[in-house]
Structure formats: structure tokens, C-alpha cells
């Protein structure tokens, strides 16, 4: 594992049955590396495995093959997340910050109490001293005039924020986004990127986000990696995919770099549209 990477991931498998229950492999052999202190940003079409790979790097899911290892700042060498028990699991899950839509605020608690739940459930810490972190959570995103507010009365955006506050409690080391700009208006969804980026430079946390919206990935992207049918069709710095985003597609090497190129651009037309797809895939994977 490099020295850098907070996750490593190698050759992981994960297969779900299929309405006649057949295993059908969501994620087939991935791997990549997530370097400490990025934001990596997770693309690819929809049904490709985006969220089926964010729970299997938070331990929801257990892959099938290959390993999943982690190396936060509290261990002294590597722990692979296949290998510990639900004991180690727990605790190696209370270094991370997960913004899932499934994850969303209890609705029957404050949104103070939202934030505190996790302080509550995981730290022996003065109810005095949990109403402070929760004030400067609250603070940081900018939700300190609503804190005794029930989820049902806030905006879309406002509740994003609130769960922001409460994934960040415990001073994540990573932070694990699944899109989280889905439903929001582009002004909206602005603001959340700034505040991720915040949270990225004035806590040091690695983000990993799962997102569609191309503008929000180029905003706050370090690196990239774009999924293809379960597998890494391409991983590389913002630059590169700004580089080929850019690109006359006259200039483009392969079937790999045009389909890229239209993803990246969002165009209607290109190989993701004007050929058979499914088999030209195949091809142009490139593993990991
Ligand atoms: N818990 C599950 N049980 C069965 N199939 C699943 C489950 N989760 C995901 N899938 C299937 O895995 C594929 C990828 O899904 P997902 O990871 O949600 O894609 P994405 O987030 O990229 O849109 C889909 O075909 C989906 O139906
Ligand atoms: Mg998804």
C-alpha cells in the first residue's frame, strides 16, 4: 500500500443475484488508490456501481473477492476491512463521515439532536460539552439559527447542511458523499461544494464523492475516476479530464478517450449514444 493511501482497493468484486438468481458482478476487479487529504471524486452512467462501491468502502457491504484496506491516522499499519471483526469494524467506522441520501436526518429529532446523535451513541462526552461541539458544527455550516428546528421544515438544502454537521461530529478523518448535489438548484448545490471544500482545506479530511453533476466535479475534484460496467475505465488528476473534457474530439486516441469526452461534456452525441455500446465497453476497460 502507498504510503500516501488512506484506502487501498484492489481487485475488488462484489455480485448481486439477478431476478433468476444469478450472481451478476456489480464491481469486477476494481482497484485504485485514495491518497490522504484528496477529494476524489466517483463518476460514471447510472447503474454502474457508483454506490455499491461508496458501501463497500464504508463496510455496509462485504465484497465478494479482492481487499478493501484502510490506513487511518490511529493505526499503526494497514487493516483490510474484509479481515476485522465487528468490533474492529465499528471503530474503523467512526473515523468516517458518510452524507448518504439512505443516511438522511431522523425526523422525529432536531436538527441539534440530529447533530448529537453520534456524539450520544459513540463518546462518553459531558452532555454540557456535546452541546458545544454541536453549536461549532452547527456554526461551521452555517445552521446555528435553525438548530431546534424539526427536519420537515427545512429546504433541501438546509437539511443537506444539517447532515453535514451531524456526519462531521466525530471529526472524520474521511468524509463519504453520495451525490450530494441530487435535487438541489445550481445555487443550491454551489454553496454544498463550498462547504465541502471548506471541511477538505480547514480539517485536512479525505473526501470521496459520488457525483453526476460534472460542473460540481471539476469544481472540487483533485482526482477523478470514471467506473464503466463495474470496472475503472480511467482515473487521473482534475487536469487530465479537464484536458480531455476540453480536447477537439478529432484529436482523441480511442473509443475510450470519445466516450470520456462525451460523459465529461455531457453531449448527446458520441459513442455513448451513437453505437452499440454495451459491446464496445468491454474493449475499452482498462484495469486498474
Ligand atoms: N442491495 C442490492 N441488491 C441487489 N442489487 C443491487 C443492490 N444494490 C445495487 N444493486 C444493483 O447493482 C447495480 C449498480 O447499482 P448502484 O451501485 O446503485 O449504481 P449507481 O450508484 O452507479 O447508479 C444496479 O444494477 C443495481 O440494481
Ligand atoms: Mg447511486
Known amino acids: 500500500m502507498d504510503s500516501n493511501a488512506v ?108 447533530v448529537a446523535l453520534p456524539l450520544r451513541e459513540h463518546t462518553s462526552v459531558d452532555p454540557a ?11 461551521q455550516v452555517k445552521m446555528l439559527p435553525h438548530r431546534d428546528k424539526m427536519p420537515s421544515q427545512l429546504s433541501g438544502g438546509q437539511k443537506k447542511r444539517a447532515g453535514l ?9 474521511i468524509l463519504f458523499y453520495d451525490e450530494p448535489s441530487a435535487g438541489l438548484d445550481p445555487v443550491t448545490s454551489a454553496a454544498i461544494d463550498e462547504l465541502m471544500m471548506d471541511f477538505s482545506k480547514k480539517l485536512h479530511v479525505t473526501s470521496v464523492v459520488v457525483t453526476h453533476e460534472m460542473d460540481s466535479a471539476f469544481r472540487i475534484a483533485d482526482r477523478m475516476v470514471m467506473l464503466e460496467k463495474g470496472r475503472v475505465l480511467r482515473i487521473g488528476k482534475r487536469e487530465e479530464f479537464e484536458q480531455l473534457r476540453d480536447a477537439d474530439p478529432g484529436t482523441l486516441l480511442g473509443d475510450a478517450e470519445q466516450l470520456l469526452h462525451q460523459f465529461l461534456n455531457g453531449a448527446s452525441t458520441g459513442p455513448l449514444t451513437d453505437r452499440d455500446g454495451l459491446s464496445m465497453f468491454e474493449k475499452l476497460i482498462i484495469q486498474g
Request: net charge negative; hydrophobic share 40%.
Open 165 to 173: 454537521a451531524r456526519a462531521t461530529a466525530l471529526d472524520p478523518e
Open 129 to 139: 460539552v456535546i452541546d458545544i461541539i454541536v453549536t461549532l458544527k452547527l456554526q
Open 7 to 114: 484506502i487501498s482497493i484492489r481487485d475488488a468484486v462484489k455480485s448481486f443475484p439477478d431476478r433468476d438468481g444469478e450472481p451478476v458482478r456489480v464491481l469486477d476487479g476494481v482497484s485504485f488508490e485514495i491518497h490522504r487529504g484528496e477529494t476524489l471524486v466517483i463518476m460514471g452512467g447510472s447503474g454502474c456501481g457508483k454506490s455499491t462501491l461508496l458501501n463497500c468502502l464504508i463496510g455496509e457491504y462485504r465484497i465478494d473477492g479482492g481487499s478493501i484496506a484502510y490506513h487511518t491516522s490511529d493505526m499503526d499499519r494497514p487493516r483490510d476491512l474484509a479481515a476485522v471483526d465487528e468490533v474492529e469494524l465499528d471503530r474503523i467506522r467512526q473515523r468516517f463521515g458518510i452524507l448518504f441520501q439512505s443516511g438522511a436526518l431522523f425526523n422525529s429529532l432536531t436538527v441539534s439532536e440530529n
